[in-house]
């Protein structure tokens, strides 16, 4: 065991059925994934007991074949690199869904993009990486870290266009008041369920993007009725969120400029029939906007192109903030990897 524990590879020559037997115990007592090739009858006990047996398709016994996990049905070993390649990618591919599910799931979101992660490349330089450990966790505590960063982006994101459309004129050189709609402080806001004792509290009719006014008989009503603005501005934020997070779990840790999105096409096809989500259930985002049918079913209301500029504002950092936690995991990998050299 000392022996098979020493770095770089090593050849044993001459052994015994027995001894790759043993050697293969051993590895699996060092908490290795064994993987044994073989094409004999005397190899079939070591190809059963390794965790992945492969045997030849062509030149392999059939007592080798029935005791094998994979069989090379071309007898090449450069196959064996494809497949693993592929194994990986799928890997990869599951937990960029689970990724994008947990950032959107913790605030009760479920968006329509999974189905096309299953479609994502192999991370550029897949196979320049070490094998996984056995008991390596699908979430570690850096994996989870992000989540919570992402997460908590689109949660601060979506009460916040709708809290910056209530209290504010403008934002960042974006005028929020084009449509006429009365501000309020955010105390009040904070507390707007104490609006009947507010003494000379007033609001104005505010346009909405086909030219009708937005009116309510009774002013209280701006916290209810009349917020279908700041509704719309909210739910259109977690559309764009969906849209560019999608493109941040192409890949686990690289870049989208060394994996561009269109190396998987049917994202991209996904992004532009789904973009238009502005329901959970059904709807496209234009057609529900502005349809004025669909648009009172949906409680929503067409946006003018400021408000679309804000929704892009705010909805494009979760880009910039996976970016940067990508670069400080590469960096850590590095170092624990120097490390251990």
């Given at each position: 065991?000392?022996?098979?524990?020493?770095?770089?590879?090593?050849?044993?020559?001459?052994?015994?059925?027995?001894?790759?037997?043993?050697?293969?115990?051993?590895?699996?007592?060092?908490?290795?994934?064994?993987?044994?090739?073989?094409?004999?009858?005397?190899?079939?006990?070591?190809?059963?007991?390794?965790?992945?047996?492969?045997?030849?398709?062509?030149?392999?016994?059939?007592?080798?074949?029935?005791?094998?996990?994979?069989?090379?049905?071309?007898?090449?070993?450069?196959?064996?690199?494809?497949?693993?390649?592929?194994?990986?990618?799928?890997?990869?591919?599951?937990?960029?869904?689970?990724?994008?599910?947990?950032?959107?799931?913790?605030?009760?979101?479920?968006?329509?993009?999974?189905?096309?992660?299953?479609?994502?490349?192999?991370?550029?330089?897949?196979?320049?990486?070490?094998?996984?450990?056995?008991?390596?966790?699908?979430?570690?505590?850096?994996?989870?870290?992000?989540?919570?960063?992402?997460?908590?982006?689109?949660?601060?994101?979506?009460?916040?266009?709708?809290?910056?459309?209530?209290?504010?004129?403008?934002?960042?050189?974006?005028?929020?008041?084009?449509?006429?709609?009365?501000?309020?402080?955010?105390?009040?806001?904070?507390?707007?369920?104490?609006?009947?004792?507010?003494?000379?509290?007033?609001?104005?009719?505010?346009?909405?993007?086909?030219?009708?006014?937005?009116?309510?008989?009774?002013?209280?009503?701006?916290?209810?009725?009349?917020?279908?603005?700041?509704?719309?501005?909210?739910?259109?934020?977690?559309?764009?969120?969906?849209?560019?997070?999608?493109?941040?779990?192409?890949?686990?840790?690289?870049?989208?400029?060394?994996?561009?999105?269109?190396?998987?096409?049917?994202?991209?096809?996904?992004?532009?029939?789904?973009?238009?989500?502005?329901?959970?259930?059904?709807?496209?985002?234009?057609?529900?906007?502005?349809?004025?049918?669909?648009?009172?079913?949906?409680?929503?209301?067409?946006?003018?192109?400021?408000?679309?500029?804000?929704?892009?504002?705010?909805?494009l950092p979760v880009i910039l903030i996976d970016e940067i936690l990508k670069f400080f995991g590469r960096?850590?990998?590095?170092?624990?990897?120097?490390?251990?050299?």
């Amino acid at each position: 065991m000392e022996t098979l524990s020493k770095p770089g590879g090593m050849v044993f020559s001459r052994a015994e059925p027995r001894h790759k037997q043993e050697i293969i115990r051993m590895l699996k007592v060092m908490g290795e994934i064994v993987a044994m090739t073989g094409d004999g009858v005397n190899d079939a006990p070591a190809l059963k007991l390794a965790d992945i047996g492969i045997t030849m398709g062509i030149t392999g016994t059939e007592v080798a074949k029935e005791a094998s996990d994979m069989v090379l049905a071309d007898d090449n070993f450069s196959t064996i690199v494809l497949a693993v390649a592929k194994g990986r990618s799928v890997y990869n591919n599951m937990k960029a869904f689970i990724r994008y599910m947990i950032s959107f799931s913790l605030f009760n979101l479920l968006w329509d993009y999974q189905s096309s992660l299953g479609f994502n490349p192999p991370d550029v330089g897949i196979m320049q990486k070490p094998p996984r450990k056995s008991d390596d966790a699908l979430i570690n505590s850096w994996v989870l870290f992000r989540y919570l960063i992402i997460g908590s982006h689109v949660g601060i994101a979506n009460v916040g266009i709708f809290i910056l459309w209530y209290t504010l004129a403008s934002f960042m050189d974006i005028n929020l008041v084009s449509d006429g709609h009365t501000l309020v402080e955010l105390s009040q806001l904070q507390n707007w369920g104490e609006c009947p004792t507010w003494s000379n509290f007033s609001v104005v009719p505010y346009m909405i993007g086909d030219g009708h006014l937005i009116t309510v008989s009774n002013q209280c009503d701006y916290f209810t009725i009349g917020k279908v603005k700041a509704m719309t501005l909210s739910l259109s934020v977690l559309v764009a969120i969906e849209m560019f997070n999608s493109l941040n779990v192409l890949s686990e840790d690289s870049s989208p400029l060394t994996l561009p999105p269109w190396r998987n096409p049917w994202l991209l096809v996904a992004m532009s029939v789904s973009f238009g989500l502005l329901s959970v259930l059904i709807g496209f985002h234009c057609l529900i906007l502005y349809v004025p049918f669909l648009a009172n079913m949906f409680a929503v209301v067409p946006l003018s192109l400021n408000e679309w500029f804000l929704v892009i504002l705010v909805s494009l950092p979760v880009i910039l903030i996976d970016e940067i936690l990508k670069f400080f995991g590469r960096s850590r990998r590095y170092r624990m990897k120097e490390k251990i050299a």
